[in-house]
């Protein structure tokens, strides 16, 4: 690669100083702004089971910020502040699932969660989910025609977001503490992992769309397309970001020619990713104003939350499915799930359609 300008050390330390004022500049409003909103949302708590989820939502900029400026000021630890990060953003996308659900699971009359209600739903909007094209080639329809064929869906779409939740944190774990190894085998395993979480974080939003596809309608009231939105970019545009940036680092560290032994590609590429992460998460705290606003919140009579509740609750319902993903070996026993299925005789050019009842045994929520 070519460089049309060399930066020498005093470039570097220039571009080092500018950087960590951009990145303070942008954490401070991000967290000023996300802490507005968040104790705006507490202040009239009238909905937790939609505003716990919004808050660990607003929760992502300030977070994700705050690790990008101590990975820029301690810049040794940068790689286990990351994977604190990469935890919380695989948790994210779980809550992100569970505001959907709750959206259309909540009885107002009941004042309570109830399953069978988004069940219901699909049914009465959907009569089946295609997949994407090119799946929607090789991959059956979902039919969404009995309380149980919706159900099963759902089971399907809790699983394959939930296990991001798992196989991110564990491989990039694997990934920060391969480094000091190197060797032709360790360099394949780290390919793979990377190509195992691509494939993981695929599947997740994936199935996030098709539960999204599934009550498109129905949830069209609480403008779900600009709060997904919000979680896809943060996702995917930081995590590309920072692939791009290792699979080029050898190249962008031929453009700089420091003095300072501390001043390596790692740290250099780490430096830049870390700079335009808090420059992003600003202007996504910008965009949380609107996708998340507590205004149709708001009562005569408010309820105050608190910050504890909040998180706990979220914990609380990641715990409860995450026996979804759990191996068999561990004490998880898939129930029976009864599934119709149709079937078209041809009788002396005549179709008669039958229905067949039959247990197939399936895992379920």
């Excluded at 570097?12 to 401070?28: A, D, P, R, T, Y």
Aim: glycine fraction near 2%; charge should be neutral.
């Amino acid at each position: 690669m070519i460089c049309p300008l060399i930066c020498d050390q005093n470039c570097i330390n220039h571009l080092f100083e500018k950087g960590q004022i951009i990145s303070i500049v942008s954490v401070m409003f991000a967290v000023t702004i996300s802490w507005f909103l968040i104790r705006k949302h507490l202040n009239y708590f009238n909905f937790p089971y939609f505003q716990s989820k919004i808050i660990i939502i607003l929760m992502m900029s300030p977070f994700y910020a705050v690790i990008s400026i101590l990975s820029l000021e301690i810049s040794n630890l940068a790689q286990y502040f990351e994977l604190i990060r990469d935890i919380y953003l695989a948790f994210l996308l779980f809550t992100f699932f569970y505001l959907m659900f709750s959206y259309m699971a909540y009885d107002e009359e009941l004042d309570k969660i109830t399953d069978e209600k988004v069940y219901g739903t699909m049914i009465q909007n959907e009569e089946y989910i295609e997949h994407l094209w090119p799946f929607n080639h090789c991959s059956r329809k979902y039919y969404l025609t009995t309380e149980s064929k919706a159900k099963y869906f759902t089971y399907r779409c809790k699983k394959f977001v939930l296990q991001y939740c798992i196989v991110k944190p564990v491989f990039t774990f694997f990934l920060i503490f391969s480094q000091p190894f190197h060797s032709n085998f360790i360099t394949y395993l780290e390919l793979a992992s990377e190509i195992i979480i691509v494939l993981s974080e695929s599947f997740s939003l994936y199935y996030l769309i098709l539960f999204y596809v599934a009550l498109k309608k129905p949830l069209s009231p609480y403008k779900p397309l600009l709060k997904f939105l919000i979680i896809k970019i943060t996702l995917f545009f930081t995590f590309w970001q920072s692939l791009v940036l290792s699979v080029f680092k050898k190249q962008i560290g031929e453009c700089f020619e420091p003095d300072d032994i501390h001043f390596t590609d790692e740290r250099i590429i780490s430096s830049i990713e870390n700079t335009l992460v808090c420059l992003e998460m600003f202007i996504m705290t910008i965009a949380c104003i609107f996708a998340f606003s507590y205004a149709e919140f708001k009562k005569d009579q408010n309820t105050q939350g608190s910050l504890r509740k909040a998180i706990s609750d979220n914990w609380k319902a990641f715990k409860h499915d995450f026996r979804l993903i759990r191996p068999k070996k561990f004490g998880y026993t898939p129930k029976v799930h009864h599934i119709e299925l149709k079937e078209r005789l041809n009788l002396s050019n005549e179709v008669d359609i039958q229905f067949e009842r039959m247990n197939v045994k399936q895992e379920y929520l």
